[in-house]
T-cell receptor, first 113, second 112 residues
């Protein structure tokens, strides 16, 4: 079945550091890919998405590119802020899975001032 | 007001008790989901519904049941709660396939 694997956390960075959170997926079809963010005490909210190969999703300085050849959708940000501290989830939604959204385990990010 | 509302936000219950978690939405979406979040395990799908007459089991449905009372309402029940059902539960909605999911703020359930 479909699955999402993302790097384990926690990831601890200093403010203004470069962020990469790796995400790879397994799907039999051509899924849409998502990054969701969960701030403390809140539900998940969409950060960015990409619906086809080579698409780049971007929002709030975060970017991720849909790489079909490597089945990856890594999240990057050039300069993180303390306010970016949160849990980040990679997810996919695929026709083969009935378009259910499947989530990775989440990666907790701590940014120090 | 939130588009996806979960009640209660926090609940402590005893082993063996029946408990219902409720979810209502104002997004007008047909698709609704219940997920469970545990540390290190991410979100795991319990049940989902693609319309009022449709109920489907997710990957961890044992010990849970659901009811889709209306397009806007989707309830999750634990018939006889056990301690390993202690977790954070999220309801989510989705408009159509491949689109973004909208989440409630979660219900923290503790079974003692």
């Amino acid at each position: 079945g479909d699955s999402v694997t993302q790097m384990e956390g926690p990831v601890t960075l200093s403010e203004e550091a470069f962020l990469t959170i790796n995400c790879t997926y397994t799907a039999t079809g051509y899924p849409s890919l998502f990054w969701y963010v969960q701030y403390p005490g809140e539900g998940l909210q969409l950060l960015l998405k990409a619906t086809k190969a080579d698409d780049k999703g971007s929002n709030k300085g975060f970017e991720a590119t849909y790489r079909k050849e490597t089945t990856s959708f890594h999240l990057e940000k050039g300069s993180v802020q303390v306010s970016d501290s949160a849990v980040y989830f990679c997810a996919l939604s695929d026709r083969t899975g009935g378009f259910k959204t499947i989530f990775g385990a989440g990666t907790r990010l701590f940014v120090k001032a | 007001d939130a588009d996806v509302t979960q009640t209660p936000r926090n609940r402590i219950t005893k082993t063996g008790k029946r408990i219902m978690l409720e979810c209502s939405q104002t997004k007008g979406h047909d698709r609704m989901y219940w997920y469970r979040q545990d540390p290190g395990l991410g979100l795991r799908l319990i049940y989902y519904s693609f319309d009022v007459k449709d109920i489907n089991k997710g990957e961890i449905s044992d010990g849970y049941s659901v009811s889709r009372q209306a397009q806007a309402k989707f309830s999750l029940s634990l018939e006889s709660a056990i301690p390993n059902q202690t977790a954070l539960y999220f309801c989510a909605t989705q408009e159509t396939s491949g689109t973004e999911a909208f989440f409630g703020q979660g219900t923290r359930l503790t079974v003692v």
